[in-house]
């Protein structure tokens, strides 16, 4: 940031980078010599265009307005009101706070004491369109412009501040909670010249040396605040008036192309992107089916093979489950001669004293059905005892698939 301090006799400048002053310089200022002139004579020992092109901005400069060319003083009897209304009602009556010559009073800001009391700052329009028009004939940005009297301050740890200012003299004397009073007070032309220096000056500024606080303004205009309350921020002052540098428009033309081209490529982009993900998405459906579909034939054979060995086991239990109930069900006196199974039915030789009987059991056998005698009943002697040979051909009830004739 490059600091101005502008005063009735005196235009002096220096610029603040990191902490650290890199330059200064002053030149002398007078109602003959214009603000333009006196600007262009105080820059010229300074590579401005290489310093700026190598911190890629243009030149951004404040300027501090002396006590003779502006106005700060302690405003007494204001009615009590909020602090946003305050000052416009101080703007509009201007003349009333501060001593106008000629033309009209831009009240820079204000910072209220207590309810009826408050600091403000005011400086002449005229002065301020003229700084404008010179920041914009030089290719300056002019940031702010404020008060000196309101920066000295910031500048100094002394609660004592002398300023002279062509033939004026000021003390301002501040605390802790900021500026308690001002006084001023002009020289006569047979007066000894008032010098003025700050033994707390701001490590900053002693590296100037003898003479440094002079240069306070300067440096207050190039470190003010942000929320400095007396400071008038210049908006727009030489943006409108000065061209637009080549690689600014360049990089907005290029940054044009690249957002109308990433507009035109995007609904490319997505879609392919989209349908990626949908094909990996099939590609895994499709292999869950897959498996799905070899897990299903599987458990059909096994199912199927279940089935063959369920069948199987039932037709193993019929005949062992008949001759479990034929045992069971005839006499001791009877036997079986012979037995002969298929999966529909059978036939079942039986030896007895009494060989018919055998029908009468096998109906009361369960997945026994339709048992009659085949053949004749013959007669036969055995030892000393006759027996009955029969043979009787049965079949196998339905009810047997799902329960053997054992009862399981």
Not at 24 to 36: E, H, M
Not at 88 to 101: K, N, T
Not at 279 to 288: F, P, V, Y
Request: proline share 6%; charged share 20%; net charge positive.
């Amino acid at each position: 940031m490059i600091g101005i301090g502008l005063s009735s006799d005196r235009l002096r400048a220096l610029a603040f980078e990191h902490g650290r002053i890199i330059w200064c310089a002053q030149t002398a200022f007078g109602p003959d010599i214009s603000l333009l002139d006196a600007l262009t004579e105080l820059t010229s020992s300074w590579p401005l265009r290489k310093w700026c092109w190598r911190h890629g901005r243009r030149n951004k400069v404040a300027i501090a307005i002396g006590p003779t060319m502006s106005h700060f003083r302690l405003l007494r009897g204001l009615p009590p009101m909020n602090h946003a209304l305050r000052l416009p009602v101080v703007q509009e009556s201007a003349s009333r706070f501060f001593p106008v010559d000629h033309g009209s009073l831009v009240v820079t800001g204000i910072q209220e004491v207590d309810e009826t009391s408050a600091w403000a700052s005011a400086i002449p329009a005229e002065l301020i369109a003229e700084i404008k028009r010179a920041c914009a004939a030089l290719k300056w940005r002019c940031e702010a412009i404020v008060p000196t009297l309101a920066l000295l301050p910031s500048c100094s740890a002394d609660e004592e501040l002398q300023w002279v200012d062509g033939p004026m003299f000021v003390r301002v004397l501040r605390t802790k909670l900021g500026i308690q009073s001002i006084e001023r007070r002009r020289r006569s032309t047979t007066e000894q010249p008032v010098i003025c220096d700050s033994a707390a000056v701001l490590a900053p500024l002693e590296t100037l040396g003898q003479g440094a606080w002079g240069f306070a303004d300067a440096f207050g205009a190039a470190t003010v605040r942000r929320d400095q309350p007396f400071v008038l921020r210049i908006k727009g002052t030489d943006r409108d008036q000065s061209p637009i540098p080549t690689w600014r428009f360049s990089a907005a033309c290029v940054s044009l192309v690249a957002l109308t081209a990433l507009t035109l490529v995007a609904p490319g982009l997505a879609a392919r992107r989209s349908r990626i993900i949908d094909q990996r998405a099939l590609d895994r459906i499709s292999a869950s089916a897959r498996r799905a579909h070899a897990e299903e034939e599987e458990l059909s054979w096994v199912t199927q093979s279940l089935r063959e060995l369920n069948s199987f086991r039932q037709e193993r239990e019929r005949p062992i489950g008949l001759l479990t109930a034929l045992t069971q069900s005839l006499g001791d006196s009877s036997a079986i001669a012979a037995l002969r199974s298929d999966s529909v039915g059978g036939v079942i030789v039986v030896l007895g004293p009494y060989a018919a009987n055998a029908v009468t059991v096998l109906e009361r056998i369960p997945g026994i059905s339709s048992p009659e005698i085949e053949g004749p009943i013959v007669r036969e002697l055995v030892g000393n005892q006759e027996l009955e040979r029969a043979a009787i051909r049965f079949q196998y009830s339905r009810s047997s698939t799902a329960q053997s004739p054992t009862g399981r």
